[in-house]
Nanobody
Framework: QVQLVESGGGLVQAGASLRLSCAAS????????MGWFRQAPGKEREFVAG????????SYTDSVKGRFTISRDNAKNTVYLQMNSLKAEETAVYYC?????????????????WGQGTPVTVSS
């Protein structure tokens, strides 16, 4: 029902900032809970941030609280992840995901649709 395309990843130095974008297809973007996940080599895909349909609720994994901000613009069918003060250990492929039903924001098993990911490399 929805296709997701991430952009904005790249190579940055530790301490730098990036803003990732996820563009969604269709006219019902407002109906999806959205989330960002990341996967580093040899590790499981982990939840980073999630946002409710209206944007009124947000959730973050503990390690990024205070540094990352998830937001959405339903008029533009886009969700963002502002990443500040990036750390080398946050090097990973970052994925955008959408859930078509009400979920706990951090429950990766409830997300129905996934983008192909955008790589973020943070050098020391």
């Amino acid at each position: 029902q929805v296709q997701l395309v991430e952009s904005g990843g790249g190579l940055v130095q530790a301490g730098a900032s990036l803003r990732l974008s996820c563009a969604a297809s269709g006219r019902t973007f407002w109906s999806y809970v959205m989330g960002w996940f990341r996967q580093a080599p040899g590790k499981e895909r982990e939840f980073v941030a999630g946002i409710s349909r209206s944007g009124s609720s947000r959730s973050y994994t503990d390690s990024v609280k205070g540094r990352f901000t998830i937001s959405r613009d339903n008029a533009k069918n886009t969700v963002y992840l502002q990443m500040n003060s990036l750390k080398a250990e946050e090097t990973a492929v970052y994925y955008c995901a959408a859930a078509s039903t009400a979920i706990v924001l951090g429950d990766r098993y409830k997300y129905d649709y996934w983008g192909q990911g955008t790589p973020v490399t943070v050098s020391s």
